[in-house]
């Protein structure tokens, strides 16, 4: 079956350190995104891809990075340097084509203490 | 910039009650709009969607409007079932692909 897999499904993480996420997807899918999500909010785009090899910063990309190295796999990972790690991170993959939806993985929930 | 507001919630119904989640936006051209549903610890997925103006579309009862006239994109449901408690997610296409969400609206269908 064709999807996106976000592993681990939740994430336990000292403060100061740096963690990464895993998302890959086997859609075939030129474009991948990287969400935050807190409590009652809606979605906040962190960093997102066209095509391999680059990136673009979202809306609130500090204290993040992401890698484009393969088509299928686009890691996040959250640096010391976010302030409030804390959340749940949703990956998305989609076709680079106009109207066509985007698909959705099943989230990390991070925790840092 | 783009922009989209639902109506606030949570909203709480008794099953086969009728439904409405409001969701205007802002946008300039014509971009696509969408309704996502997240069931809970779950991610996003699509619901529906609408890609010009007058479009319905539609999905397990739920159906939407594309209102140009009135830059909506109402999401209804004419009997809502306990299975259908969830947030729900207005969305419209920016450039490149992006998609800019609405805050989400929490939804509680007793029985």
């Known amino acids: 079956d064709g999807g996106i897999t976000q592993s681990p499904k939740y994430l336990f993480r000292k403060e100061g350190q740096n963690v990464t996420l895993s998302c890959e997807q086997n859609?075939?899918?030129?474009?991948m995104y990287w969400y935050r999500q807190d409590p009652g909010q809606g979605l906040r785009l962190i960093y997102y891809s066209q095509i391999v090899n680059d990136f673009q910063k979202g809306d609130i990309a500090e204290g993040y990075s992401v890698s484009r190295e393969k088509k299928e796999s686009f890691p996040l990972t959250v640096t010391s340097a976010q302030k409030n790690p804390t959340a749940f991170y949703l990956c998305a993959s989609s076709r680079m084509v106009a109207s066509y939806e985007q698909y959705f993985g099943p989230g990390t929930r991070l925790t840092v203490t | 910039g783009d922009s989209v507001t639902q109506m606030e919630g949570p909203v709480t119904l008794s099953e086969e009650a009728f439904l409405t989640i409001n969701c205007t936006y802002t946008?300039?051209?014509?971009?696509?709009l969408f309704w996502y549903v997240q069931y809970p610890g779950e991610g996003l997925q699509l619901l529906l969607k609408?890609?010009?103006?007058?479009d319905k579309g539609s999905n397990k009862g739920f159906e939407a409007t594309y209102r140009k006239e009135t830059t909506s994109f109402h999401l209804e449901k004419g009997s809502v079932q306990v299975s259908d408690s969830a947030v729900y997610f207005c969305a419209l296409e920016t450039s490149g692909s992006r998609l800019t969400f609405g805050e989400g609206t929490q939804l509680t269908v007793n029985p």
């Open positions: 859609l075939n899918h030129d474009a």
């Open positions: 946008a300039t051209g014509y971009p696509s």
């Open positions: 609408a890609t010009k103006a007058d």
